[in-house]
């Protein structure tokens, strides 16, 4: 434990006052047990409660715990230091350690030089974007079927549109009795609605087949999923990509379609279309969605 003892000596800890949480040790916990439980590194927790022999904590003690957000780590570098290794034992990334401390040769650190280490930046989950209350709401008044096998994603090649002219235009124009094709369609705010906008259309509302593909058979186990936009000329909108990733993902859940089932029109169809275009990436997308 001497390394540890070495290693607290060297730290001088700036805490901020904002969000500060105690913790009393309980029987049996351990620093590392108690770190995990708050996402800090081990590191961090026990510099900041200054101990020095990590195998002496004692029932009843009482541990403040490093808010995430507000409180950073004045840290002298010592012989054998190395940037990765000291983003490591705190749990944060090197290149935020480079960054925060303005750091231009990272290899060239020297021994005294004083840095600062921000907790809790690293190992945050990424934002998993939710439906709106509204859409999540509707959606659940709507029984699924459970006939529905994949969800096939499209563009609709024009750049200015909205699920209502779609309707009009498919119903109308191209005579189908239930209108819109698709059985949702997401806005890039180009016309009425707003930017990543989810319409539910009628054939979700009703579980109707969709009109979106050229064989019956997949039109009935194909959910229909229309991004406003041509994507061969760009990409959707980082709105539109929000709405897809938690349409699909709720989408999936419900009806019990796997990642690896999410695809495209092209993909269905290679011969027969270019949707939803070559700036819209499937495998991107599926990075976003699957478990
Ligand atoms: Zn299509």
């Given at each position: ?19 500060e ?13 108690i ?7 081990t ?7 200054g101990i020095?022999?990590?195998?002496l ?6 541990l403040k ?12 570098i ?20 480079i ?9 060239l650190?020297k ?6 280490i ?11 974007p939710?439906?709106p209350?509204?859409?999540l ?14 969800i096939?994603i499209?563009h ?14 498919h119903?109308n ?6 209108g ?9 705010g ?20 969709g ?49 690896s ?23 991107a ?7």
């Amino acid at each position: 434990m001497r390394i540890l003892f070495l290693f607290s000596l060297a730290l001088a800890i700036v805490p901020l006052l904002a969000g500060e949480v105690t913790h009393v040790v309980q029987k049996n916990e351990t620093l590392g047990g108690i770190a995990r439980k708050y996402g800090v590194s081990t590191a961090a927790l026990q510099s900041f409660n200054g101990i020095s022999d990590a195998n002496l904590l004692f029932a009843g003690k009482k541990l403040k715990i490093p808010s995430a957000t507000a409180s950073q780590i004045d840290y002298v570098i010592k012989t054998g230091d190395s940037l990765g290794g000291i983003a490591s034992r705190f749990g944060v990334k090197t290149s935020d350690l480079i960054e925060i401390n303005g750091i231009k040769q990272p290899n060239l650190i020297k021994v005294g030089q004083k840095i600062t280490i921000p907790l809790g930046t690293a190992k945050k989950p990424p934002a998993t974007p939710l439906l709106p209350a509204s859409v999540l709401k509707a959606l659940k008044t709507i029984k699924n079927s459970s006939r529905w096998k994949r969800i096939v994603i499209h563009h609709s090649a024009t750049p200015v549109d909205d699920a209502l002219n779609m309707h009009k235009v498919h119903k109308n124009q191209r005579g189908m009795k239930n209108g819109l094709a698709y059985h949702f369609v997401i806005s890039n705010g180009s016309r009425k609605a707003s930017d990543g906008e989810i319409h539910i259309g009628g054939r979700w509302k009703g579980q109707l087949d969709g009109g979106h593909m050229k064989q019956l058979s997949l039109n009935k186990t194909s959910i229909g999923i229309c991004l406003i936009g041509n994507f061969e000329l760009g990409p959707p909108t980082s709105k539109q990509l929000k709405s897809l990733e938690a349409l699909c993902k709720h989408l999936m859940k419900n009806c019990r379609i796997p990642y690896s089932s999410v695809t495209t029109h092209k993909l269905l169809h290679p011969n027969h279309t270019k949707c939803p275009g070559k700036c819209f990436s499937l495998p991107a997308f599926v990075k976003r969605i699957k478990p």
